[in-house]
């Protein structure tokens, strides 16, 4: 089974310093046909202008997964964290029984660019949780790269879900292939770029879904991003 979500189909909220693209439903954006995937619940595409942001707000029970794209985004949090994200670093939260944070762009001069995606866990009420870690688009070069999973993926921050979120930076004229095994399916999601994945040609803001057994090849036609979400 294929599912294609096109980048200009999305939702999309606009305010004076928030330009979000939504995937699946959320907020005021509300189609039926487009609630998740699995247990992935949210993509959203952000940008932020320079000196915006979110106040302090709640979330429970959620796996939030930030991937920083452009600029930086300041983050604080009832647990004590006060931390920058850049590019080349993915960001944990799994909010479990409770926590408050905040996001803010402390650029007065620079947009800040980046996708946020929820994945609900396994588990309601755990322990929240807070982790931050680099990894270097050099070394995801044309390689399937698990940065966050609750399947014990070497080198992935943990999260509470039997879910596995992978990044590819793939170049032009090169593939890398992915194995979705019975009973589980992908997302694949362009942040930027193109390539070919599944007969498809998806552009930034793009995505498919497939349901496994297959072996999905991704192909780069232009230096580009891919999210690449596993899921039972």
Avoid: C
Wanted: aromatic letters at 6%; charged letters at 25%; proline letters at 5%.
């Amino acid at each position: 089974m294929l599912t294609i979500r096109k980048g200009d189909e999305r939702g999309i909220t606009e305010i004076d310093w928030l330009k979000s693209w939504h995937t699946f439903s959320f907020g005021n954006y509300h189609d039926p046909a487009h609630m998740g995937f699995r247990s992935l619940r949210v993509i959203n595409d952000d940008i932020i202008g320079p000196g915006g942001g979110f106040g302090t707000h709640p979330h429970r029970n959620m796996e939030i997964i930030t991937i920083m794209l452009d600029g930086e985004l300041t983050h604080r949090d009832s647990l004590g964290h006060e931390q920058s994200l850049r590019p080349g670093e993915v960001q944990v939260m799994s909010a479990g029984s409770g926590i408050r944070h905040s996001e803010f762009n402390a650029s007065r001069s620079r947009p800040a660019h980046l996708l946020q995606t929820w994945i609900t866990p396994g588990s309601p009420g755990v322990t929240p949780r807070y982790e931050q870690r680099e990894f270097p688009r050099g070394a995801r070069l044309n390689r399937i790269t698990p940065v966050a999973s609750g399947r014990g993926e070497a080198g992935a921050i943990e999260i509470q879900q039997d879910a596995t979120l992978s990044l590819l930076a793939i170049q032009a004229g090169k593939t890398a292939t992915h194995e979705v095994k019975a009973g589980r399916g992908v997302w694949l999601h362009v942040a930027r770029g193109r390539v070919k994945a599944a007969g498809e040609t998806l552009r930034g803001g793009d995505a498919i879904g497939v349901d496994g057994p297959m072996q999905l090849a991704i192909s780069g036609e232009e230096e580009s991003d891919v999210l690449i979400f596993d899921l039972a």
